[in-house]
């Protein structure tokens, strides 16, 4: 078996040689497309490696029943594992022929071969070495590319003999990160059978790059290309970062039938000798200029008609270009573009109120004042729904109506977190709604400013499409009401970062307690496991994290039983989260012990965490109660405690030094806490800033003890929604983020954008 195997004789059916991503280059190089050159080294070469230092019984025995729920044995061994392949000799003639190979990259196959068997130091003089990237390549006939997990190493920009060596080994050890390892435990795949082609590719400096669409994605016209174009790498354009260039022309005459062009200040570059991507200006000259040349709209239109007719399918194509010479990098079929409507108010109207922007988006209707849940059915489909506050008995009208507007609440308040999973338009903590409007009145509400306009404005309604942005910081969503959880699903995020239980309890009306006290312990576990399968089968192999009830005593008295709810001043400040879960024991068993079903259902993407923590002492205590009910924290289950209380950022070192699986930060109550605003005030609502100094301080501190603990940081208050704080976020490092389900591609983008240095 060949063990170094060119692009141009590998074939789409050699994954068994290259792995996917070979064999597609291979493929593409066939059918005399631009690529860039390169070759493999073959999964045959990997195996031969393995073999010839017998290190195969090494590995298995340190993977031998491994217990991979056990994350930090799994990391342990994960590691053991990877610095095992890193410390083996490479066959010195293997060696050798990836050094040849590599220092020959630029030049074609013929002149490789001719030169192959003579002494090649002759022609090597004054030679610079090429810049090549190095990937991993998923190989294993009968497994599927995800039995590697996404976890393959990739290095670009990799200069020299040693570094390219040193690089490929890298990737051969990144066949056992923990996340593979654990994939392939879990999905039964023999990891004997698992083995890994390296790809090294010469490396393109951009000078302009971007993406063809083989259909015009704007309008869905199969007769028409799409190419868009920018100054330096694509990365920019992939990230939706900015306005590129664009080139509509027909498929048939490849003629250009509309162009956008756009002004790019900046632009992104490789900084060989850093590393690193940059930022730079874009020359004043270049500007306002076409991006492309007619002509290179004209060649990439006739490349991207060949591949779609050999691929039979629309295509996604990347292209690079550097001196003048086009380079395809990628193609593969058209995915769905991720729309997100921004709708905003054309002109101006006349302002008759204003509150807290609780769910964005606008729309028009007539106003209907509920009173009380008797007059729910005045609400008819269309109609804007006015209350003091919404409570769970509101839901089914809040379903017909095309917004919401509250006198009282914050960005927390049922009608908020209702309104954002539905998504439709909500303004909170207008103070006098009810008593402004009256029924029958049309209004406009514009969720996204906060703002409700006199009478009927018009809409412009706009969609920004943003390209599945893949970051490394995982974007999450928040889900409380379980019927919504597939919807939420449906925006792609990694997972979901906090359920709150309240939602559900309030739904069922009736007081914890009062289960308990009637024997019922069995149906208030029932309400909790029902309500959290939906939710978690939904997301199903993606964490959701669920929180243990965090219930202010106002809102326990309005449910049934919950008459002797002490009367607290300030039940933000009152009995709540895990100290009263800690006083009522039984309630919190009754909530793990569903939990615990559902792992043994198979849930066990399922996870926990505990809110408004003060002190050490209650997350162990927590924890024993967990215990209690056959649970083990952390090992069993994701156990992670909510940073949102000052106290717990003060002592977040002692918090990590328990064991725990994570950290989320709750910003409503942390900014609450720190700034001395009572969230549900409106009189001082503008006060209440997260992007405070103080609070930003806090989440960067927390997040820096995290990492030195390796403990992994989230956030799961409202602020994650924000694009400022998600920036802020991903450059602290954070390792994900919770987001509303209308926010999620947004942020996604931003990430993208800040991971990219932008
Ligand atoms: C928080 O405080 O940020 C949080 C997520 O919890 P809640 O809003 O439910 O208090
Ligand atoms: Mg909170």
Not at 12 to 24: C, F, L, M, R, T
Not at 181 to 208: D, M, T
Request: with cysteine; charged share 30%.
């Amino acid at each position: 078996m060949e063990e170094i195997v060119w692009f141009k004789d590998l074939k789409a059916g050699d994954i068994s040689v290259a792995g996917g991503k070979g064999a597609n280059l291979g493929e593409m190089f066939s059918i005399n497309l631009p690529v860039p050159n390169g070759f493999a080294i073959s999964a045959q070469a990997y195996k031969r490696f393995i073999d010839y230092n017998h290190a195969s019984k090494k590995i298995f025995s340190i993977l031998k029943n491994l217990d991979v729920e056990n994350n930090d044995l799994l990391q342990l061994k994960a590691n053991e594992v990877q610095k095992l392949i890193l410390e083996l000799k490479v066959p010195e003639d293997l060696s050798e022929k990836i050094i040849q190979s590599y220092e020959y990259i630029d030049k074609n196959k013929e002149l490789f071969d001719k030169l192959a068997n003579k002494n090649l130091d002759i022609f090597r003089a004054g030679r610079d070495l090429p810049l090549v990237a190095v990937r991993s390549s998923a190989t294993a006939e009968d497994l599927p590319e995800a039995s590697f997990a996404g976890q393959q190493a990739t290095f670009l920009n990799v200069k020299g003999k040693q570094q390219v060596l040193d690089a490929v080994k890298k990737c051969w050890a990144s066949l056992f990160t923990a996340r593979a390892i654990y994939y392939r435990i879990k999905n039964n795949f023999p990891h004997e059978k698992v083995l890994i082609s390296v790809i090294i590719q010469k490396q393109i400096q951009s000078q302009k790059s971007g993406v063809i669409f083989t259909v015009n994605p704007l309008n869905n016209n199969k007769d028409e290309i799409m190419i868009e174009a920018c100054y330096g790498l694509g990365e920019m354009i992939v990230s939706g970062s900015i306005h590129p260039d664009q080139y509509v022309l027909s498929k048939s005459f490849l003629k250009v039938i509309s162009k956008s062009l756009n002004r790019q200040e900046w632009m992104l570059k490789t900084d060989v000798n850093l590393k690193e991507t940059v930022k730079r200006k874009v020359p004043q000259d270049l500007m306002y200029k076409q991006i492309l040349s007619d002509f290179e709209i004209r060649q990439l239109g006739e490349f991207a008609k060949k591949i779609e007719k050999h691929y039979d399918k629309p295509q996604d194509i990347e292209y690079a270009i550097e001196n003048a010479q086009i380079y395809i990098v990628q193609s593969r079929p058209i995915t769905t573009l991720k729309k997100e409507s921004k709708d905003t108010i054309e002109g101006s109207g006349e302002k008759i109120l204003e509150g807290l922007a609780a769910s964005p988006g606008v729309a028009f209707g007539k106003v209907k004042i509920v009173k009380d849940p008797s007059e729910l059915t005045k609400v008819e489909k269309g109609d804007v729904l006015v209350a003091v506050m919404t409570t769970p008995d509101y839901v089914p009208a809040m379903k017909r109506a095309v917004a919401i507007v509250t006198d009282e609440g914050g960005a927390t308040a049922h009608a908020a977190i209702v309104s954002r999973e539905m998504g439709i338009p909500c303004v909170v903590g207008t103070e006098e709604a009810t008593k402004t409007l009256t029924d029958h009145e049309v209004i406009t509400v514009d969720g996204t400013a906060g703002v409700v306009y006199k009478g009927e404005l018009k809409i412009k309604h706009e969609e920004k499409h943003y390209k599945d942005a893949k970051t490394n910081i995982k974007v999450k969503t928040l889900v409380d009401m379980p019927e919504f959880a597939e919807k939420s699903a449906q925006t792609g995020a990694d997972g979901v970062g906090l359920v709150r239980l309240e939602i559900m309890i309030a739904n069922s009306g009736t007081h914890p307690r009062k289960y308990i006290e009637e024997g019922k312990q069995e149906e208030y576990t029932n309400l909790i496991y029902n309500g959290v399968k939906e939710i978690a089968a939904a997301f199903k192999g993606k964490s959701v994290w669920v929180r243990t009830s965090d219930l202010r005593t106002d809102e326990y008295r309005s449910l049934k039983g919950g008459d002797e709810e002490p009367k607290e001043d300030n039940p933000m400040l009152g009995c709540h989260g895990i100290r009263r879960s800690l006083r009522d024991t039984e309630i919190l068993k009754c909530e793990f012990e569903a939990f615990r079903r559902l792992h043994e259902e198979g849930l066990s993407n399922v996870g926990v965490m505990i809110p408004f923590v003060i002190r050490v002492d209650e997350i162990r205590k927590a924890k024993d109660i967990m215990r209690e009910v056959g649970l083990e924290p952390v090992n069993d289950i994701e156990f992670g405690v909510m940073i949102e209380t000052p106290a717990s950022v003060c002592i977040i070192e002692d918090i990590c030094k328990e064991k725990i699986s994570f950290i989320s930060f709750g910003t409503n109550d942390l900014t609450q806490l720190t700034l001395g605003i009572d969230r549900n005030n409106e009189a001082i609502a503008g006060l209440f800033d997260e992007m405070h100094p103080a609070i930003l301080k806090q989440i960067k501190d927390v997040i820096n003890v995290c990492k030195t603990y390796n403990i992994e940081s989230s956030i799961c208050g409202q602020a994650g929604s924000r694009t400022e704080m998600a920036q802020f976020l991903a450059k602290a490092g954070i390792d994900s983020i919770s987001v509303n389900p209308d926010a999620v591609n947004k942020i996604k983008h931003f990430v993208s954008e800040a991971e990219h240095g932008v």
